[in-house]
């Protein structure tokens, strides 16, 4: 058993299909996840494009509940697939929702992990660079490394979405140990 206080991780996945790499990388997180560490995951389907009037009318039900489990959480481990060579709205979106208000934001000096699978070589590269951007401006803590790349996802995963790659599971292991020790480090 660990003798550190236990820590709470929260998963996002920025793709919204039953079927995503991305959302089957945080299962495979919540069972490899090391002793004293709890990731729950939080699904973004209720959270509506970003929009202003909305936003000042009142945070809507899903963008409530996202800020709360943000803020509940010790860290944020974010696993997104990448579109275009660049982060998917409906990541991005949730992280602009996040950033907001700017200096009170949910997302600020917290610690964050980025971490994500596509089905082609890069295993979401540009869209993982991408996305850290975001956390210069929100003030969050990214960590820099390591980096979890799952490139041709199609081979890792079985038809359940269980990760069956064995050197994935072992390098999904070891980047779970190093986030629980950068997130120990804001406590
Ligand atoms: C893609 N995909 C993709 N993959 C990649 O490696 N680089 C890319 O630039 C893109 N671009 C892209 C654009 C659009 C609009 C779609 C729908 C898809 C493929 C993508 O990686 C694949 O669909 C993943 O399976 C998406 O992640 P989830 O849904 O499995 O988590």
Redesign the pocket.
Known sequence: MSEDPPLSILGV???L?Q?????ALLRAAVDLAPDGVRIEIFDLAAVPLYNADLEAAGDPPGVAAFKQAIRAADGVLL?T??????VPGVMKNAVDWASRPPRDAALGEKPVGVIG????M?G?A??QSQLRQAFEFTNSFCMPQPELLVFR?HEKFDDDGRLTDAATREHLARYLTAFAAWIRRFR
């Open positions: 996945a920025g793709s299909r079927g995503s790499f991305n959302r696993a697939p990448e579109y275009n060579h660049g699978a596509s089905p082609g890069t979401s540009r869209g996802a």
